[in-house]
């Protein structure tokens, strides 16, 4: 054998040497000189970090009945890249996923590498998907918000968006409270998807939402709504709205606007229903407004109590001819007759001798032109021209309620000031909030003003009484107790402001009870009722609710007040 | 050392299985409980009770009178048939807007 040439073996040589150099500079440069960016890349491929969702917190009533509340749910995902089988895929996924075959197929051939194909998904479901295994599908960890009660409050409520974000009501009020704050897991995972031991695995674990405690008490606000169901059927009302509320601290107890909604499927509502009218739509109060005119006259002093005035049926009034809802001949009328009997002249007459000037501060002092600050979205300051712009018909129609306009909310708050001895208290949905921890953080006690001393309230509540007891709201007794309260029938402006709407009119009643120590204000509002008249359509109304949250409430009679000096007959 | 190596190694492996098994339980756990509460929510609302008792053939009484025992509050104490009387000295008949509608 020869042995092989030194030159080849020299070549092999410096070949394997290159090649060794080659080998040892390249680890040098992935081991020394890249290290460090490659040592981030492997990392980055397998850690992973996912946002761990903020459990939202629930809106309770006031006795933590639960009126919303959030349970976990997936949302389902396809990878239209990943997904080989569409129709076989979309077979199987339809009854699930309650949407149909074609359109999960034209979902699954779409482009792109992200669709959904359901939102907020509840568990169940979502852990038999899981277990089909389908290529291209997957779920993603979020959370339903459920409404227990279906309807009941869904207009103070409101409801959140399928991204979990309030949109209407307390929902989007309390948005930043409800929420929480987010958290996320960062941890190393192997190819299979498996935790690494000893890997990176931290947490920064979310923080719940607190729980909003309203005022509402869940079974009276039920009463509330059947009764204003009941009223607007019977009356063929366009739609009504009722609130009842705790005059001692001015807590609303009930408030609801017909036609309501169901926010579990709030989709398929009209969003004219998501409106909680009784704070954010503004109304004219009609003759429940003269409750102001008389609380203002008696505080000013502007007529005795006793005194008499001359009340014909009609009267000019600037370019106007103002009148009483019904003919009647020249009557003599105390201050109680005019309230009880619901003089539209008579209130005019006293508004003569108050004055402008002291009706627009009493107006205010008693809330209207101003939102009330109740704290919920979108509350409307109701609407009320500022002095300098009355007209010389303001003074007069302003006596009776018409040419301003309030808030169902306004207008009890009215009331409730007159039931609290003359001091207004500022209205209040939420009571306070529940924290992760469980304890009630509640809100500060809300701000009061004196408006009228409590002798005038003692008066105007007199009033009431003899409205109820032998005035226009007979309709409104109720057999054990004596109820204050006062009728309403308001003409409807036109939308462009150029007057009234012909032979349309919104009816009121609004009262509370006992008139000597009153526990509860109610108002009952309809909007174009059969029977016209708050004391024919919309008393009724009160009175069902006003038994219910007797019963509810465990009211107790009181004191009887007397009624008030009157020169027309009573009984 | 080796083994003793592995073995802590195996160990620590056990462990952060079981701690991953009893956190996905925790966590049904709570889904579970959080189910729950939204079940005995819709059971327990006015209106689903309201409409069970209606399936059922009860109804509110048309005309509702709540009675107060005796002592129970400070007037009417037996009361609720009494029909409200004034107690004004000025109750004098006459003729005058007592028949009108309300406004």
Request: zero cysteines; proline letters at 7%.
């Amino acid at each position: 054998m020869s042995r092989p040439p030194a030159g080849r073996l020299v070549a092999l040589f410096a070949l394997m040497a290159f090649a060794f150099g080659a080998i040892s500079v390249r680890l040098m440069v992935l081991q020394v000189s890249q290290a460090k960016e490659l040592q981030d890349r492997g990392f980055d491929q397998r850690v992973r970090t996912i946002d761990l969702p903020a459990q939202r917190g629930q809106i309770l009533d006031r006795n933590g009945a639960r009126l919303a509340l959030s349970t976990p749910a997936d949302d389902v995902y396809a990878d239209p890249q990943l997904v080989d089988d569409p129709w076989g895929t979309a077979t199987r996924l339809s009854p699930l996923l309650d949407v149909g075959v074609p359109d999960l197929v034209h979902a699954m051939t779409s482009d792109g590498t992200f669709v959904y194909l359901a939102r907020q998904l509840g568990r169940d479901a979502s852990d038999r998907i899981q277990r089909l295994d389908l290529p291209g599908i997957g779920l993603l960890p979020t959370s339903r918000r459920s409404y227990p009660a279906g309807p009941l409050a869904s207009q103070v409520l409101g409801f959140v968006g399928t991204d979990g974000v309030g949109l209407t009501g307390l929902e989007l009020g309390y948005q930043d409270v409800l929420a929480g704050t987010p958290g996320e897991r960062t941890h190393e995972l192997g190819l299979s998807g498996q935790a690494i031991v000893g890997g990176v695995d931290e947490e920064r674990a979310p923080i719940a939402g607190a729980s909003v405690v309203t005022t509402i008490d869940r079974d009276l606000q039920f009463q509330a709504q059947a009764a204003l169901e009941q009223a607007v059927m019977e009356q063929g009302a366009r739609g009504g709205t009722v609130i009842v509320m705790d005059p001692r601290n001015a807590e609303v107890l009930a408030m609801v606007s017909y036609p309501w909604f169901d926010p579990n499927t709030f989709e398929d509502a009209p969003s004219s229903t998501f409106r909680n009218r009784a704070v954010t739509d503004a109304y004219e109060p009609g003759s429940t407004n003269k409750v102001i005119t008389a609380a203002a006259a008696i505080q000013e002093r502007a007529i005795p109590l006793g005194m008499r005035l001359l009340v014909p049926w009609t009267m000019p009034v600037g370019d106007y001819v103002i009148h009483d809802s019904h003919s009647h001949g020249i009557m003599q009328m105390t201050l109680g007759d005019i309230v009880a009997e619901s003089s539209n002249i008579g209130a005019v007459k006293v508004a003569d001798r108050l004055g402008a000037s002291a009706l627009a501060t009493y107006l205010a002092r008693f809330g209207l032109g101003h939102a009330t600050g109740v704290g919920f979205p979108g509350e409307s300051n109701g609407i009320m021209l500022p002095l300098d712009q009355w007209s010389d018909t303001s003074l007069a129609t302003m006596a009776y309620g018409q040419g301003i306009a309030a808030t169902p909310l306004q207008m009890v708050s009215v009331y409730s000031t007159i039931a609290n001895d003359g001091r207004w208290v500022q209205p209040t949905l939420v009571r306070g909030t529940v924290g992760p921890d469980g304890t009630l953080d509640e809100h500060a006690a809300a701000p009061t003003r004196r408006v009228v001393s409590a002798e005038t309230a003692r008066m105007v509540t007199q009033m009431l009484a003899y409205a109820v007891e032998d005035g226009t709201g007979t309709n409104a007794q109720i057999l054990g107790y004596q109820v204050a309260g006062k009728t309403g029938t308001a003409r409807i402006p036109t939308g462009d402001g150029s007057g009234y709407l012909e032979g349309q009119y919104i009816a009121s009643f609004i009262g509370y009870l006992p008139a000597g120590d009153p526990s509860v204000v109610v108002a009952a509002i309809l909007d174009r009722p059969a029977a016209v008249y708050g004391g024919l359509a919309a008393a009724p109304l009160f009175k069902r609710v006003a038994l219910a949250a007797i019963a509810r409430l465990g009211i107790a009679p009181a004191d009887r007040v007397p009624l008030p000096p009157h020169a027309l007959p009573v009984g | 050392m080796v083994f003793g190596i592995v073995v802590v190694n195996v160990l620590l492996a056990q462990t952060s299985f079981r701690i991953g098994e009893a956190e996905r339980h925790l966590e049904e756990l709570s889904e579970d409980h959080l189910e729950l509460v939204r079940e005995q929510a819709t059971l327990s609302a006015p209106g689903r009770i309201s409409a069970w008792a209606s399936r059922h053939g009860m109804r509110l009484p048309d005309d509702i009178r709540i009675l107060h025992a005796p002592g129970s509050g400070p007037g009417e104490p037996t009361g609720a048939d009494t029909p409200s009387s004034s107690t004004d000295p000025n109750g004098t008949k006459g003729s005058g807007a007592k028949g009108d509608p309300p406004t």
